[in-house]
């Protein structure tokens, strides 16, 4: 017993939407996969307080059922980013690529599905603790300024003609300002 959400079409009660999507419950279902997280120290090699952070994570699904592939098991993902927090525990920064392959084709249980490509994306942060209280946060996403979609987002989709409407943003900038009570 496995509860999925499945896009089950363009119309409900006789109103047309991009999609339609209900929880379905598939009798059989296998999902393997695997993940990993971890990071290394380089003080010895770089600055005190440099480290770099690594993830990972696979997994593949199938529908025994139907005998089709799981759309609701993202493709493979991985994260390699560089910290640095400073020794005196005021400041910090990071840069950090995010990369996800593609989801095939073949591994889409639609017939007439829209798959999606894989990317990469390099996002960079800072802080600054302005008092014990108050920080301030700096980022910069998708520096690269690269166009993507989510697998996510985008399953279940049977046309690429709207796919432009699920691209993520491009190049963008975010700052706050967090206050501790």
């Known amino acids: 017993d496995f509860i999925d ?6 119309e409900y009660n006789g109103q047309p939407y991009d999609r339609v999507s209900q929880n ?18 380089l003080d010895e090699w770089l600055a005190p307080g440099t ?3 690594y993830s990972a994570a696979y997994a593949k699904g199938r ?10 098991v993202a493709p493979l993902k991985g994260v390699i980013g560089l910290h640095y927090d400073a020794p005196s525990e005021t400041w910090g920064a990071k840069l950090v690529l995010t990369a996800v392959n593609g989801k095939q084709r073949h591994h889409i249980a ?22 014990q ?12 300024d690269k166009s993507y979609v989510h697998w996510e ?10 796919i432009q409407r699920y691209t993520q943003p491009g ?5 706050s300002v967090q206050y501790r009570f």
């Open 5 to 10: 959400l499945q896009f089950i079409g363009t």
């Open 24 to 41: 379905v419950n598939i009798d059989a279902v296998t999902i393997h996969g695997i993940e990993m997280r971890g990071g290394l120290w």
């Open 51 to 53: 480290s770099l952070q």
């Open 63 to 72: 529908n025994e059922t139907d005998d089709l592939p799981l759309d609701s």
């Open 110 to 131: 639609t017939e007439n599905g829209v798959a999606s490509h894989g990317y990469g994306v390099w996002d960079w942060s800072a802080y600054w603790h302005i008092q």
């Open 133 to 144: 209280d108050l920080t301030l946060n700096v980022s910069a996403f998708n520096l690269l």
């Open 153 to 162: 987002d985008i399953r279940g989709l049977n046309d690429s003609a709207n």
């Open 171 to 175: 190049r963008h900038v975010a700052v």
